[in-house]
């Protein structure tokens, strides 16, 4: 068995990353916007106000995408862009940017994949309180509704959320992105169940009100943990490892969002932890929250424990940003999150910080992000091969953007962005998965 026909082969970007124009045509801001004016919170004290200025160039970069041959691109809706306070009043020209970017997607014969947040939350809302108000769930349900109501016609694929471990532990734990929030375990755990209701809302509102047969999932992060050997023990420790979770990372794990998300209840640990600071069980609610997906996406970047809870990397090789390379990753998660969700999988990120330039032919040349690619993908290829259901592959990133935290100083694109000139380049990576996807991962 190789690669389905209608493999999504893609590549992803988020608004906030890449667009820019953060105050034009009538966008709101959002806590990104608001934050990294304090000096402190980003490397070189950067910001998004032009990232990539996508905003302006979103037909060239889709004129790039076709080049890549890419048949998906994951894209995420900036929310204030869209509704500039969050809730009430839509914005036209935001909406009219989206309409704009999904149709040339589809005259380019790329698949729009929409994600409905990733992590640039509305300031206003945020002032309510944002994820620890009640009504937080309402209001993403609202926001839904009005993408589901003008873009639903066109797009198919819907993610509700990305990484809800990352923007929860980052932004409201350990204080490192936006709001760059330092908050207690109940805080924490509040914040987690009216995530959980506003995708489960989502799901609801696509389901609902969708104009073509919606394919919905979300994008949380997915590594599990790689077995120290084939030995059946190791293995089993390392699927168990890779659902388990304690007081220090929990919000970071898979099964504290994907428990409730998919099976309907929150895993018996979090009980064990947190005892009365976790909700009482209502099963209505967390029958709203588990409502069916179509697929579970993973973004993998690497096994975050080695091959044990708890063991370092030493002597490992690394990325730019000293992410251990570990490809067997992308098989044992896509086949421990599949035993446990039972959902096909979709590898909604993946990708590597590289050191690129543009070279004094004026090619980007990028040897190791080929090897690293070549390896995970080979990786997906094993998962593929023993019957794994495997719908997509969404390479990190299309085009260098704004890192967060660590502002531009990290490149992960598939195209390299100057960011004095806008100048666009395609990396040797990117012709080499042009040819990838050309031949459906044949000669991985
Ligand atoms: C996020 C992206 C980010 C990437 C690389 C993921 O955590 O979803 O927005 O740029 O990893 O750090």
Redesign the pocket.
């Known amino acids: 068995m190789s690669f389905q026909k209608d493999f999504l082969w893609g590549a992803a970007a988020?608004s906030y990353?890449v667009e820019g124009a953060y105050q034009e045509d009538g966008k709101g801001l959002n806590i990104w916007d608001v934050y990294t004016r304090e000096p402190g919170h980003v490397a070189f004290n950067e910001n998004g106000d032009v990232a990539c200025d996508h905003y302006h160039r979103f037909k060239e970069d889709v004129a790039l995408m076709k080049q890549i041959g890419l048949k998906a691109y994951r894209l995420s809706i900036s929310w204030t862009r869209v509704i500039p306070n969050g809730t009430g009043e839509v914005n036209p020209a935001g909406i009219a940017f989206y309409n704009a970017l999904i149709d040339e997607l589809l005259a380019a014969g790329i698949e729009p994949l929409v994600t409905i947040f990733?992590?640039d939350y509305p300031y206003a809302l945020h002032c309510r309180g944002g994820w620890l108000n009640p009504a937080s769930s309402d209001w993403f349900e609202a926001y839904t509704r009005v993408l589901v109501d003008s873009f639903s016609d066109r797009v198919r694929y819907w993610m509700t959320i990305?990484?809800p471990q990352?923007f929860i532990t980052d932004g409201y734990k350990n204080g490192n992105f936006a709001p760059f929030m330092k908050h207690p375990d109940g805080d924490l755990i509040r914040m987690t169940h009216n995530v959980l209701l506003a995708h489960g809302k989502a799901v609801r509102t696509i389901r609902a009100h969708a104009k073509r047969t919606p394919i919905v999932g979300f994008?949380p992060?997915g590594p599990c943990v790689v077995p120290a050997s084939n030995a059946p023990e190791d293995i089993e420790r390392a699927r168990a490892a890779s659902f388990d979770f304690n007081r220090n990372n929990y919000t970071s794990s898979n099964a504290w969002w994907g428990d409730p998300i998919v099976l309907g209840h929150y895993s018996p640990r979090a009980y064990e932890l947190f005892g009365d600071l976790m909700p009482k069980e209502n099963p209505e609610e967390m029958a709203l929250i588990s409502q069916k997906l179509d697929f579970y996406g993973a973004?993998i970047?690497w096994s975050m424990q080695g091959g044990e809870l708890g063991t370092t990397l030493t002597g490992c090789p690394k990325s730019n940003?000293a992410w251990p390379l570990t490809p067997d990753v992308m098989y044992w998660s896509i086949r421990f999150l599949h035993e446990r969700y039972q959902l096909p999988l979709m590898i909604t990120?993946n990708?590597m910080?590289g050191h690129d330039w543009v070279a004094l032919d004026g090619k980007v040349h990028d040897p190791d992000r080929i090897d690293y690619l070549t390896r995970y993908l080979r990786s997906c290829k094993r998962a593929v091969e023993e019957g794994l259901p495997l719908i997509g592959y969404m390479h990190?990133?299309i085009m260098d953007?704004f890192?967060?935290a660590r502002g531009y100083d990290?490149r992960?694109g598939l195209i390299h962005v100057d960011y004095g000139t806008q100048k666009r380049t395609l990396k040797d990576s990117a012709y080499w998965y042009a040819s990838v996807i050309a031949e459906n991962g044949e000669n991985l």
Request: charged share 15%; hydrophobic share 40%; proline share 0%.
């Open positions: 988020a990353q990733h992590w990305n990484e990352v994008a992060t973004n970047y940003l990120e990708g910080a990190w990133s953007n890192e967060w990290q992960f």
